[in-house]
């Protein structure tokens, strides 16, 4: 059983309360990120031979549906769910966080259908991907504005598609607005994947 560990920084509090959009309920955006993943992974699995016209009819509805909600960066949902595992969001491999603290994290990931690369590796580019979004976890455990000015990633072997992942990240070395990392992604005893990052404080008033 995971235990759940957030810290709760100031701008992370801010953040909840624009997230919320009249008639929205609690869990039922969750819910919608959730079956998105799995329409995505299906995406990425399927044939689906005469289906494909009825399909992109029922998709062209959604989008339809959808358009009328559209709200500007300041009031989106989408990534933006602090309260939740995943923020909300599909665009990185899933990352369930077990550990958070200004110094760390820890958690379990797992890259969906949708990511594979080839041959059951994941793309290569959704590695570093994942990392961004863990590394990202303990700055903002921080309570800061920090952006990511490099992020170096070594492949040791192939990340696998449908297991679930161990991925930690520490805080190896702050120097002024400069925080150094490390990100290690393993399959059990092997490790898949190795990162070395440098995130920078932003300067009052910067974008
Ligand atoms: C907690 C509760 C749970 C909640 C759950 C949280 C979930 C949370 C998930 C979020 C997950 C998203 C996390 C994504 C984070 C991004 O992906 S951010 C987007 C990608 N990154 C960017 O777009 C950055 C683009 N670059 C820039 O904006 C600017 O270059 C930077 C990085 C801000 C630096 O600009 P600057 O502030 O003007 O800094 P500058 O004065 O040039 O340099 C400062 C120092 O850094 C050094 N430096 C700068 N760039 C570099 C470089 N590339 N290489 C080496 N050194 C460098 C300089 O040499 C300088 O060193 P010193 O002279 O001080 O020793």
């Known amino acids: 059983m995971l235990a759940l560990f957030r810290v709760d920084p100031p701008a992370t509090r801010s953040r909840e309360a ?25 995406v990425a699995t399927a044939g689906p031979g005469a289906d494909v016209d009825a399909l992109t009819t029922d998709l062209r509805r ?11 960066e300041s009031r989106r949902v989408f990534g933006e769910r602090f309260d939740l595992p995943d923020r909300g969001q599909t665009m990185t491999p899933l990352f369930v966080p077990r550990l958070v603290t200004t110094v760390r994290a820890e958690g379990v990931a797992r890259f969906g259908e949708y990511f594979l690369g080839s041959n059951g ?7 570093p991907l994942l990392f961004d979004e863990v590394l990202g976890h303990v700055v903002l455990a921080r309570g800061l504005r ?10 040791r072997a192939i990340t696998p598609i449908g297991r679930d992942l161990t991925v930690r990240a520490r805080v190896d070395r702050v120097s002024g607005r400069k925080l ?17 990052a440098l995130f920078v404080e932003l300067r009052d008033g910067a974008p």
């Open 180 to 196: 150094f990392l490390t990100a290690e992604l393993s399959d059990g005893d092997a490790v898949c994947a190795e990162s070395e």
């Open 62 to 72: 959604w989008t339809d549906r959808l358009a009328p909600h559209r709200v500007d």
């Open 18 to 42: 624009k997230c919320q959009h009249a008639g929205m309920s609690v869990d039922g955006y969750r819910a919608m990120t959730s079956a998105l993943r799995d329409f995505l992974d299906l």
């Open 121 to 127: 590796a994941a793309h290569g580019g959704a590695v």
């Open 146 to 155: 920090a952006r990511t000015a490099y992020l170096h990633t070594e492949y």
